[in-house]
């Protein structure tokens, strides 16, 4: 069974950045789609951003396009997530998925991830 681990998350100061990273474990890695969503206290989870298989084909929520920016080392068998001008909302735990088809992008970039790792949070004082 697949496992993934995030890490990079902290406290941070509204206008800052933060590398989020999350290793998969596997020797399919570079086959899936990969994911980014996150959760606020109350509220459901919600879609950050999605990657494609082999990094070229990329989607964003519209609240964090243009700060946020997904990107995929299959070699290192890692997603990353470059977050920028960091803000109070951006306040949640962090979650990356996997997508469960291989070789498949969704035109719902949101949709079809199955596999999760534990999270890590992210605090953003301002």
């Known amino acids: 069974q697949v496992q993934l681990v995030e890490s990079g998350g902290g406290l941070v100061q509204a206008g800052g950045s933060l590398r989020l990273s999350c290793a998969v474990s596997g020797r399919t890695f570079s086959s899936y789609a990969m994911s980014w969503f996150r959760q606020a206290p109350g509220k459901e989870r919600e879609f950050v951003a999605a990657i494609n298989w082999n990094g070229v084909s990329k989607d964003y929520a519209d609240s964090v396009k243009g700060r946020f920016t997904i990107s995929r080392d299959n070699a290192k068998n890692t997603v990353y997530l470059q977050m920028n001008s960091l803000n109070a909302d951006d306040t949640a735990v962090y979650y990356c998925?996997?997508?469960?088809?291989?070789?498949?992008?969704?035109?719902?970039?949101?949709?079809?991830?199955?596999?999760w790792g534990q999270g890590t949070q992210v605090t953003v004082s301002s």
């Open positions: 998925g996997r997508h469960r088809r291989s070789y498949y992008y969704s035109s719902l970039p949101a949709d079809g991830y199955d596999s």
